[in-house]
């Protein structure tokens, strides 16, 4: 760690003051800003890299998603962190600060892949991951030698400084306990991020099984949500996790691949742990779309046996649904809504595909002139950014609107919550998808009178065990507190259900 008498800003002033930004995805004003959906996670990346500062320094963690940026104070260090959809957002507030004094740094996803970029907003900028080039910044900050660019090599999560989750605000979260105990992933999917951010070193790598444990023993509450894009990429590391997590008595939500599901007893493991709802890559339905994906892993796989086997356990599914590979045709949105409601999936997530900078499918793009804007706000996966093989951009765009209407259409989510064997399965099901899509308007206002925290409670009892078998008790989770909120929500009246 550096100490803060050590370290002199531009060789004039003394660094006391440090503020970490994470500017906002989509502007409040947008016709997609959906508060909720921005008022899920903490901004764990910042929250990881303030680790590094020495604590007696004022530090402050603003996340503009759920708060008004003050942007009239001149800190003398500034750490914005850079996405693809936030880029000009942030070059915007990087070069406010730095004409007013401050030194500022950019990292992050949209840096890695574009840094030329990024550079003239920045004094410094970072590639890949931070856990190991910040504090390298911070020691030669305070030696006058700091660099203008670090590329991580070096990749492990050993020794890793407790998180500072002391500086997130947590009421302002509907999830202030996410976690990520691993980076990157095993498998190389042609549009996906990954391979580009974590180039120069390895591209998978966990936490010491006891140290994540330890950071989720120091979780207060129940809920956790797993942020690692892949939470069963190494089968060893995922079966020690969930053994040491039985009988700690969480409920959790993750993410994993169609393969790790059907391999082995992994899953099992994690439903003995808490786990009750996973975010599963299906992606497309077509095994040419995948061949073309590079998604191997899924396959020949069965995605029926997939859902059968989560839904003998209780765990809902969120299926990631992508639109657009070259040879889907405007036939494809019907075929997934209809096989996505007709086996049960809980919740869809629908994308249309969108080569990001740095993606193997990016350099292909561009190299077939295919790449129609490039205007980064619209890297959202919500327009079409390029021409796609079988359809017109516009079929595509109507066809995924179409798709979300749909299967968010009430009649939709009765016949997928019917799918399910168990009763409490099916009114699990209907609950979190409505509650997810059809509440919205009391999803605002709960945010807008600062009472999110009071409806974790909720969620907390809407991912109770399906299995009584498994032991956790959620009744207790829903507190006389929540039901001020849930009057708002008007589902008062059937809240027994949620938790029978
Ligand atoms: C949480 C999350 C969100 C949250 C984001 C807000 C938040 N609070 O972070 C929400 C739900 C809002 C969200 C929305 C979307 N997301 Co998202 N999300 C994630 C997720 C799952 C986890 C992020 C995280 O916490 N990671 C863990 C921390 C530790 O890592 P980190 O944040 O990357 O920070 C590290 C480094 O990047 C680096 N770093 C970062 N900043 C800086 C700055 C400096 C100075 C330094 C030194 C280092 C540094 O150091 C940190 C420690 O190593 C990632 C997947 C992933 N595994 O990262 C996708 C991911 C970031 N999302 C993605 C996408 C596509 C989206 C959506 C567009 C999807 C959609 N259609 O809804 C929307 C965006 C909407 C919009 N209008 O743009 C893509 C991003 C692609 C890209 N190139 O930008 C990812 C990578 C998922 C994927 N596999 O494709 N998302
Ligand atoms: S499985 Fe998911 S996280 Fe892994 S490379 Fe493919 S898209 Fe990326």
């Excluded at 809920?223 to 969930?242: P, Q």
């Excluded at 899953?267 to 742990?273: G, H, L, M, R, S």
Aim: aromatic share 10%; hydrophobic share 40%; charged share 25%.
């Amino acid at each position: 760690m550096v100490l803060k008498e050590d370290v002199v800003i531009n060789n004039r002033r003394p660094l006391k003051q440090v503020k970490l930004i994470l500017p906002a995805l989509t502007e409040a004003t947008s016709p997609y800003w959906r508060p909720i959906k921005y008022s899920l996670f903490p901004p764990l990346g910042l929250a990881t890299l303030a680790a590094y500062l020495d604590p007696d320094l004022e530090i402050s963690l603003q996340d503009e998603h759920v708060e008004k940026l003050e942007l009239n104070d001149q800190p003398d260090l500034v750490v914005i962190q850079v996405y693809i959809t936030n880029a000009y957002r942030a070059y915007q507030i990087a070069d406010h600060y730095r004409a007013r004094g401050s030194y500022v740094l950019l990292g992050g996803l949209h840096v890695t892949s574009l840094p030329e970029e990024a550079a003239p907003h920045a004094d410094t900028i970072f590639i890949g991951p931070g856990e190991h080039t910040f504090p390298q910044f911070l020691k030669d900050l305070a030696a006058g030698t700091p660099r203008r660019r670090y590329e991580s090599s070096v990749r492990t999560l050993a020794g890793l400084p407790p998180i500072r989750r002391d500086l997130i605000q947590r009421q302002r979260y509907l999830v202030p306990n996410s976690i990520v105990v691993s980076r990157g992933c095993p498998h190389h999917c042609t549009f996906c991020y990954k391979d580009g951010f974590f180039a120069g070193g390895r591209s998978f790598y966990t936490q010491v099984v006891d140290d994540a444990l330890a950071e989720i023993a120091r979780l207060p509450g129940r809920h956790l949500y797993f942020l690692d894009d892949h939470l069963f990429g190494n089968v060893r590391f995922a079966r020690d996790l969930f053994r040491g997590m039985k009988g700690m008595g969480r409920v959790f939500q993750g993410a994993a691949t169609v393969d790790s599901i059907l391999r082995d007893d992994v899953i099992e493991e994690a439903a003995a742990a808490g786990l009750r709802s996973l975010f599963v890559g299906f992606e497309t339905l077509s095994s040419s779309g995948l061949e073309g994906a590079g998604k191997r892993q899924n396959l020949g796989r069965s995605y029926r046996e997939v859902v059968r086997r989560l839904d003998s356990l209780g765990i809902m599914i969120n299926g990631s649904f992508v639109f657009g590979l070259d040879g889907d045709d405007p036939d494809v949105f019907r075929r997934t809504v209809d096989w996505a409601v007709e086996v049960g999936i809980t919740t869809a997530t629908f994308h249309i595909l969108t080569p990001y900078p740095g993606t193997a499918l990016f350099t292909d793009m561009a190299a077939q002139n295919r790449i129609v804007t490039r205007n980064w706000d619209r890297y959202d996966t919500r327009n079409v950014v390029y021409r796609p093989s079988c359809m017109s951009p516009e079929e595509l765009k109507r066809g995924y609107d179409w798709a979300y209407e749909d299967f968010y259409r009430w009649t939709n989510i009765f016949q997928a919550a019917a799918a399910h064997n168990s009763v409490k399965h099916r009114l699990k099901h209907f609950f979190y998808s409505a509650g997810w899509k059809k509440f919205e308007r009391a999803w605002d206002l709960v945010i807008r009178v600062k009472q999110l925290s009071q409806l974790r409670p909720i969620l907390e009892a809407v991912l109770a065990p399906v299995n009584p078998t498994i032991a956790v008790h959620a009744p207790e989770a829903l507190t006389h507190r929540s039901l001020p909120v849930l009057n708002d929500l008007n589902v008062t009246k059937t809240l027994p259900a949620m938790t029978d």
